[in-house]
Nanobody, 121 residues
Framework: QVQLVESGGGLVRAGDSLTLSCAYS?????MGWIRQAPGKEREFVAA????????LHADSVKDRFTISRDNDKKTLYLQMNSLKPEDTAVYYC?????????????????WGQGTQVTVSS
């Protein structure tokens, strides 16, 4: 019954790169990556349209992170470069069942279990 499964998190050094993956078994929806650091609310990271033709990235990760998807493989990706300690958080893969334009939001209908990304100085 698990429909979204993240993988790829880990402990890295500042400046390193990491790629997160999310295998999904649900329909092809608009999707996103949301992160949550201890004591903070969930924060929008990136979003992508159903086809992958449109993407949005938070200002805090713009030019460093890239969201992408492969619908044939039913997999969502988040390529993270030049990681900073402030990127440390649990990263969640999420999907939105509703049809519409993607936005910089942190509210979604379906969520994965999350994968921990820790960036040391």
């Amino acid at each position: 019954q698990v429909q979204l499964v993240e993988s790829g998190g880990g402990l890295v050094r500042a400046g390193d790169s990491l790629t997160l993956s999310c295998a999904y078994s649900i329909q092809t929806f608009n999707m996103g990556w949301i992160r949550q650091a201890p004591g903070k609310e969930r924060e929008f990271v990136a979003a992508i349209s159903r086809s992958g033709g449109t993407t949005l990235h938070a200002d805090s990760v713009k030019d460093r992170f890239t969201i992408s998807r492969d619908n044939d493989k039913k997999t969502l990706y988040l390529q993270m470069n030049s990681l900073k300690p402030e990127d440390t958080a649990v990263y969640y893969c999420a999907a939105d069942r509703r049809v519409g334009i993607i936005t910089k939001k942190a509210e979604y209908d379906y969520w994965g279990q999350g994968t921990q990304v820790t960036v040391s100085s």
